[in-house]
Structures are given as structure tokens and as C-alpha cells.
């Protein structure tokens, strides 16, 4: 048994959270913060699932707009998430830790393929899981992704790294008087058009009434703090 608030997370990581001031790719310095952040919250007793996007190598949208077959875009996409877990897991077990990736593309001589139960399974046994790949198909996202295995592992709360404390009514780098919810409803995110997760993802975890932490990861000690039941950034709920 443990003291924490939160049995089973899953932990939402753009892929530019590891560029740090790189302009494209993995910053080693930054993974190994992010890598210590997450076996920190790990063997405070929580069981950890990770998505990690590719935004820092590529998107497909972006690739798209440059006159690439869209497809063929979000499949590099794809592949990209692939490569920023493959570094997480390394990460993580130059740590000490034990972490499985696991794709929704085949790509097993790399790593596993996804299965719902085999992920339940490593997460049981105490490795944090990286599921890599989103949901394993074009026009979706990495959010889209992590919501949909934070529902299927039965996660308590899906939490969402990003590089402000929460959700604010206007952008608060724009406007210095922003003021930040401390929680929303899903509804009043919906009327209010704001920018949580993107709409299929966000849709996905309204429907499975899938609490959303969003919070600041550049804050050290910040995910242990929240598994704990401190209530940083902004909790959406239903
Ligand atoms: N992608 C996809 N299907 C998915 C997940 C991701 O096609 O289920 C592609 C898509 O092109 C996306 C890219 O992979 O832009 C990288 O993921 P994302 O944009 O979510 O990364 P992040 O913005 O979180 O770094």
C-alpha cells in the first residue's frame, strides 16, 4: 500500500518537452530530468504509463503543409514517437528503472506491439510503460493516443505535461492578467473553447469521464507532488 492519491497514472509528454532549447530532437540533459522525474514518482508507488509525441522530429500536418502526401506524413509522425520512447526506456533504465515500449504499429524488432492486457500486465510488475505510436493511424494525435490507453488501462487520471501551469481563460503570455482555473468541468471547456487536448482526444476522455490533470513539468517535483493529491495546475472533471 502506498500514501499516494493516484494508483495508475498516464503521463502525456509533448515531444518538444524533450527538445529543452534545442531546436529539434532530444535534448540528452533534458530526457535524463524528465526520465528522474518520472522513476521518482515510479517508486513513490504509483504505476506509470507514458505517451511521448514527436513533435520535436516530426508532424504530419507540418510535413503536409511542405507538400508531403498527408499519410505518409503522420506515419514519420508515427515514427517519431517511436524514437523519442525507445530514448525514454533507455532513460528510464539507465536509472534503474524497468520500461517496456509498446507500439501501435508493428515494429517489434524494436519493441513490443500493443496489447491491452500484456500493458496491464508491466505495469503490475512495477515498469513503466511507454505506449508509442498514438492510436496506430493517420489524422490523430499523440493526445488522441493517451487518452485512449489512459481509458483502456483503467488510468485514475490522465495527466498532461505542458510548459504553462494549467489552463488559463486567454493566453497568459500574451496577457499578463490571465486568470487560471484551478479545475473545469468538461463542459465549461467545451463553452469555453478551450485549448485542453484536441478535440478527439478530449471528446474521448469526456465520454469515459477520464479526470485530466493539466500542469508545468518544468516544475521539479511536480508530478510526485500531484500523485500525492496536491492539486497543481488544473484538474478537468466531470
Ligand atoms: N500521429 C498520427 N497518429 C497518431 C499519433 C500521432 O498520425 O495516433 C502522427 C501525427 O502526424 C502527429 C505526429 O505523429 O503530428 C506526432 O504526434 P503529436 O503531434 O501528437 O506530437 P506532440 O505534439 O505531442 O509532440
Do not use: W
Request: proline share 3%; hydrophobic share 45%; with cysteine.
Amino acid at each position: 500500500m502506498t500514501d499516494l492519491a493516484h494508483r495508475r497514472v498516464l503521463l502525456k509528454l509533448s515531444g518538444e518537452a524533450l527538445m529543452g532549447d534545442e531546436d529539434y530532437g532530444i535534448d540528452p540533459k533534458v530526457l535524463h530530468r524528465l526520465a528522474a522525474e518520472v522513476m521518482e514518482a515510479h517508486e513513490a508507488g504509483a504505476e506509470i504509463a507514458l505517451v511521448i509525441g514527436g513533435g520535436n522530429i516530426f508532424r504530419g500536418a507540418g510535413l503536409a503543409a511542405g507538400g508531403m502526401e498527408r499519410v505518409t506524413g503522420d506515419q514519420m509522425g508515427m515514427l517519431a514517437t517511436v524514437i523519442n520512447a525507445l530514448a525514454m526506456q533507455d532513460a528510464l533504465e539507465k536509472l534503474g528503472g524497468k520500461a517496456r515500449v509498446m507500439s501501435a504499429i508493428k515494429i517489434n524488432d524494436v519493441c513490443e506491439d500493443y496489447i491491452r492486457r500484456r500493458a496491464i500486465r508491466h505495469l503490475e510488475k512495477g515498469r513503466i510503460t511507454i505506449f508509442a505510436a498514438g492510436v496506430g493511424a493517420p489524422f490523430f494525435t499523440t493526445d488522441s493516443g493517451a487518452a485512449l490507453r489512459a481509458v483502456e488501462i483503467g488510468a485514475d487520471l490522465l495527466l498532461k505535461a505542458t510548459k504553462v501551469d494549467g489552463v488559463y481563460d486567454t493566453d497568459p503570455k500574451k496577457h499578463p492578467d490571465a486568470v487560471r482555473f484551478d479545475t473545469l468541468h468538461y463542459s465549461e471547456v467545451i463553452a469555453r473553447n478551450l485549448q485542453v487536448m484536441d478535440t478527439a482526444a478530449f471528446a474521448l476522455a469526456r465520454d469515459a469521464a477520464l479526470p485530466l490533470r493539466i500542469f508545468d513539468m518544468d516544475e521539479p517535483g511536480a508530478l510526485l507532488r500531484i500523485l500525492r493529491g496536491e492539486a497543481l495546475g488544473t484538474l478537468v472533471h466531470a
